[in-house]
């Protein structure tokens, strides 16, 4: 998820800053359990300075260095344990073979930048310039900016990246969700992605906002189903367009659950509270994934991405039912190399069953430092790279001090040669039409 998702109709805000009851809750928590362990150690503790006044005797060159005491209530934010494992690293500073990224928001530079003027404008440029140059080094051929907008915005984007850096950047349209009450809204959104491709749209992007936020009058009202009848149309378009559409669908199982010391994401939901959506008035994951995949199969002869290996990485059985049932189905990797590569063999298995229909995506963001997993930068595709190339052990998903998402560390899946070029560039290129890539 990115700012940009974020950022849909009703979509909540992001915030860096803990909220005070977070915060307290996770000092309270993890301080009782520090007390527990000094109530027991403390025991200890008395009865080694008893020891060590019997050894005040000995002479000064037998005492033994007292250690340091640890760090008393060590915050689980403060905790950046180093492994002390000593395993094969294979370091991959480009891909091996050509890459393109089916998921990406390099427009995100732009909009405030645009309003502000063409000074302004002409940093952004000069920051995908720079973007553009490491692409050349790392082997990233192309990749796709999928919150493109529509209407004047969509040709903006068109303009300033696909028209600019050919060959480099394309772009995505997005439905007009705020044009939804109009009683000819179905049969206008069609027409929409029409125009859209005919300015040089490659596919339609569908953000999480149907299902969690789009109501019946955009910001309030009943909730506007994922496969509400109204969007039909668009799906047919988009299937007979030859457009791909890029739906995101809810969210990891984490942020459906209570945000308690069970929650395996509990310091992320700490930093963006915003992001959960339990217990609040939204629907349940299971039932905005049934209604997504409703949508799927009323539409075969549409092709679907479903965005971060179809929103269910943490059950990749679930998912592969998906892919048996849904032939128009197809998936991505964007921001889930965490769940991914915390399962080796589970994911090398998917990966070989499901060659032809998985595709490389990052969610790259330009500068989301807070979210480093997803953050626009060499570091983060490069370990991508090291994932799907090496069959290297225990290592970070992120590049950051501290894992983003959960505290694991992810393991190679050593993809063969033959599946690493269709994973990188070659689905992704028969998809979009590109020929085999
Ligand atoms: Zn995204």
Redesign the pocket.
């Known amino acids: 998820?990115?700012a940009?998702?974020q950022a849909g109709v009703g979509a909540g805000r992001r915030t860096e800053s803990y909220p005070t009851c977070v915060r307290h809750d996770m000092h309270a928590c993890y301080t009782s359990a520090i007390m527990h362990n000094h109530k027991t150690s403390r025991r200890a503790f008395l009865g080694g300075t008893a020891g060590t006044a019997a050894f005040a005797i000995q002479p000064a060159s037998a005492q033994k260095p007292v250690p340091a005491p640890a760090k008393p209530g060590l915050a689980l934010e403060d905790f950046e344990p180093k492994s002390m494992l000593v395993a094969p690293h294979h370091p991959t500073p480009q891909a091996k073979y050509p890459v393109i990224d089916v998921?990406?928001?390099v427009s995100s530079v732009f909009p405030k930048r645009r309003a502000a003027g063409s000074p302004e404008m002409a940093k952004a440029f000069g920051q995908i310039d720079a973007i553009t140059g490491w692409m050349d080094t790392l082997n990233i051929r192309t990749t796709l900016n999928?919150?493109g907008g529509y209407g004047d915005l969509l040709n903006q984007n068109i303009s300033d990246l696909q028209d600019r850096y050919k060959g480099r950047f394309f772009n995505c349209v997005e439905p007009a969700y705020d044009r939804i009450r109009e009683p000819n809204f179905p049969q206008w959104q069609a027409d929409e992605i029409a125009r859209g491709k005919q300015a040089g749209a490659v596919g339609v992007k569908v953000l999480k906002t149907l299902g969690l936020y789009l109501r019946e009058n955009v910001g309030t009202g009943a909730l506007v189903k994922i496969d509400d009848a109204r969007f039909d149309p668009m799906w047919d378009a988009a299937g007979q367009l030859n457009l791909p559409v890029f739906i995101?669908t809810s969210d990891p199982d984490a942020f459906f659950t209570a945000v308690d010391r069970f929650n395996e994401r509990w310091e992320e939901l700490g930093h963006h509270p915003d992001w959960s959506f339990y217990g609040k008035d939204f629907p349940p994951k299971a039932e905005l994934l049934a209604a997504r995949n409703r949508v799927i199969a009323r539409h075969p002869k549409t092709k679907f991405v479903g965005?971060h290996v179809a929103n269910h990485p943490e059950n990749l059985d679930e998912v592969s039912t998906w892919l048996d049932d849904f032939p128009n189905l197809h998936v991505e990797t964007?921001?889930r190399l965490g769940e991914l590569g915390r399962q080796p063999r589970r994911a090398r298995a998917f990966f070989e069953k499901y060659q032809d229909r998985i595709m490389f995506g990052t969610?790259a963001?330009p500068s989301e430092a807070g979210t480093p997993q997803?953050d626009l930068k060499p570091a983060m595709f490069q370990i991508y790279f090291r994932w799907l190339e090496t069959l290297d052990e225990y290592f970070d998903y992120a590049p950051s001090s501290r894992p983003p998402q959960g505290r694991w560390r992810i393991y190679g899946i050593g993809l063969p040669d033959s599946i690493l070029k269709k994973v990188y560039s070659g689905n992704a290129a028969r998809l979009l039409g590109w020929g085999e890539g």
Do not use: F, G, K, V
Request: charged share 10%; proline share 0%; hydrophobic share 30%.
């Open positions: 998820m990115s940009q998702e998921h990406t928001h999928l919150t995101h965005l964007a921001a969610d963001t997803q």
